[in-house]
């Protein structure tokens, strides 16, 4: 493959530390050989829906306000409907998911749910996070990646203080690169994949 696998991050951030874990995320992802990551602030999704469009795989990101995904990143969801989901554009493209909240808890869980389920309505392929729990044991410690053992998507905890960018806990950040660099391994296999494919069905 001549093209590079190319992987979007389509996040919101409130008080700053989910756009630290959205680096991390698109970090992991530009850190496989092959791969082009980019942010993409939805916010400003009116500009970027091309971008989107042109992905292999989008990792979507929000945090997690009163136990579900922050009105912006809904807002987002909601515009898909007209500008996404009408012209199936998502279809079999990989999707991923993480969230962050001030509590351990604070119904994350509810949050990546969420974007599972907004991925399949689009039609797209999810990629888990594939890291056993990383603090279940007296052996263990708080400072283990997927310390707070979610599965469908990277789960982290940042302090709610305005403006605490720094209080990102760097167990949180090396689960969150970890999922980017992940989805962009299955991007990359499936790209491969579909290559190939295409080859036998020309020699066919």
């Excluded at 995320?25 to 082009?36: E, N, P």
């Excluded at 990792?59 to 136990?67: H, L, R, V």
């Excluded at 283990?144 to 605490?164: E, K, T």
């Amino acid at each position: 493959m001549t093209d590079a696998v190319r992987v979007a991050v389509a996040y919101h951030g409130g008080l700053g530390h989910t756009r630290k874990h959205a680096e991390a995320v698109r970090a992991g992802a530009g850190s496989v050989m092959g791969v082009r990551s980019t942010l993409v602030p939805v916010e400003d999704i009116d500009a970027h829906w091309s971008h989107l469009e042109a992905a292999d795989a989008i990792i979507f990101g929000a945090p997690t306000y009163m136990g579900s995904a922050s009105a912006p990143f809904k807002a987002f969801m909601d515009a898909s409907a007209q500008t996404v989901f009408a012209r199936n554009a998502w279809k079999d493209k990989i999707a991923a998911g993480f969230t962050n909240a001030a509590s351990c808890s604070g119904d994350k869980l509810n949050t990546l749910q969420q974007l599972v389920i907004f991925a399949a309505q689009h039609g797209m392929h999810w990629v888990s996070l594939g890291l056993p729990p990383g603090h279940d044991s007296s052996a263990s410690k708080n400072d283990s990646m997927n310390r707070h053992g979610y599965f469908l998507g990277a789960a982290a905890q940042s302090d709610a203080d305005d403006g605490a960018d720094d209080d990102a806990t760097p167990a949180d950040l090396k689960t969150s690169a970890y999922l980017g660099a992940r989805v962009a391994r299955v991007a990359l296999q499936l790209a491969a994949g579909r290559a190939e494919l295409a080859k036998t069905a020309l020699t066919a």
